[in-house]
């Protein structure tokens, strides 16, 4: 059964000669192990897609189904308990507390929800040495590169181990060599780990390092196929 499961989903805002349809009847599946770029211009939806997803906006319509829950019909606590626990969030600026370390980062916000310390400190150097951050993880956030930030992102999006992850333009402020490193640690990552992950971005360069590339226009998909099929069509017409 798909991790993530969306059927029908639509979203709109304001009413009248106002309203405006940003996703339309969306139905996708996605499976474990699967990471997943969404593109399209801006104003396409795919940004309330993933808001949506993330338990951030809830649909006009339609069905968001986590593990077979309707996240749509949880209520506001069961919505914070899955934010918290179900969905690792990495957005385009890290979002770090300055004045804390890159371990303290990752600790802060795993702490909350009562997990033990112990483990959580267990899981924080596991993710610092899988993503090559250990030599950091003293540091404080300022003294962090870009690219060092954003993959302590990635670490603090997994600490409490959730089945989706969810990323917004998580390369948008760094160069090309140091936003493929990103994007592919985070690949590595999802896989390595059995999550889901979708990824809004405006950059070809960095949705092509991804498995499958869905692309919205208009509220609705335009296209959806894996990276390397839509290469190899690509290939052959040239």
């Known amino acids: 059964m798909a991790i993530l499961s969306l059927r029908g989903v639509s979203k709109s805002f304001g009413e009248g000669p106002q309203r405006v349809d940003a996703v339309r009847d969306v139905s996708l599946d996605f499976e474990r192990g699967e990471m997943v770029s969404l593109v399209g211009p801006s104003g396409s939806g795919k940004s309330t897609l993933l808001a949506m997803v993330g338990g951030l906006l809830t649909p006009t319509s339609g069905e968001i189904l986590v593990d077979g829950v309707d ?17 690792g969030f990495v957005f385009q600026g890290s979002n770090m507390v300055p004045f804390l370390t890159a371990r303290e980062n990752l600790l802060l916000v795993a702490g909350f929800g009562g997990m033990d310390k112990g483990a959580l400190r267990r899981r924080a150097d596991e993710l610092l040495e899988e993503l090559d951050l250990t030599h950091v993880a003293g540091h404080l956030a300022t003294r962090l590169s ?3 930030r954003q993959r ?16 917004d333009e998580p390369t948008a402020s760094l160069n090309t060599e140091l936003g493929e490193r990103v994007v592919d640690a985070l690949a590595e990552e999802v896989r390595g780990r059995n ?43 040239g």
Not at 152 to 167: F, K, Q, T
Not at 196 to 201: E, G, H, I, N
């Open 146 to 148: 870009g690219g060092e």
């Open 152 to 167: 302590v992102a990635i670490a603090r999006a997994l600490m409490r181990d959730p089945a989706l992850i969810l990323v």
């Open 71 to 87: 996240i749509a019909r949880l209520g506001a606590r069961e919505r914070t308990r899955y934010r918290r626990d179900q969905v």
């Open 195 to 237: 999550k889901a992950c979708l990824m809004v971005t405006h950059d070809e360069r960095m949705a092509a390092r991804a498995g499958r590339l869905i692309e919205f226009r208009d509220g609705r998909i335009r296209h959806d196929g894996s990276v390397a099929s839509d290469e190899a069509a690509r290939s052959d017409r």
